[in-house]
């Protein structure tokens, strides 16, 4: 496997150990939620960093900003369960690309052999 796999499969497994991490702690009074950002990586592959939310205490969505309780977390389940699907698609998708990078690899050693 060539390292844009292997980064890319350390990215989203940073991924997968925040939304565990928001989800565990969604009833945690005063928590805050964390997000994955991802970046190219010059060499080629996927970088990640963790973001805090920065004491924001608002959600904006599209038609309406929803104020969250002083003591309460900011973490939404809805979104947090959206993430989760996301990564395990990418998960596959990654994985699928890997299968597909070695059966090349395979077929162009054999016409050379």
Same mark, same amino acid.
């Given at each position: 496997m060539s390292s844009v796999p292997a980064t890319a499969l350390s990215a989203l497994g940073a991924a997968m150990n925040v939304i565990?991490?928001? +989800?565990?702690?969604?009833?945690?009074?005063?928590?805050?939620?964390?997000? /994955?950002?991802?970046?190219?990586?010059?060499?080629?592959? /996927? +970088? /990640?960093?963790i973001e805090g939310n920065s004491g924001k205490r608002a959600r904006t969505y599209p038609d309406r900003t929803i104020e969250t309780e002083t003591g309460s977390s900011n973490v939404n389940l809805h979104e947090e369960c959206a993430r989760l699907i996301t990564t395990l698609h990418a998960y596959e998708a990654v994985i699928a690309t890997a299968r597909a990078e070695d059966e090349t690899k395979h077929a162009l050693m054999d016409i050379i052999a």
């Open positions: 565990a991490h928001n +989800t565990a702690n969604a009833c945690t009074d005063g928590f805050e939620k964390n997000r /994955v950002l991802f970046h190219e990586a010059r060499s080629g592959g /996927v +970088t /990640v960093s």
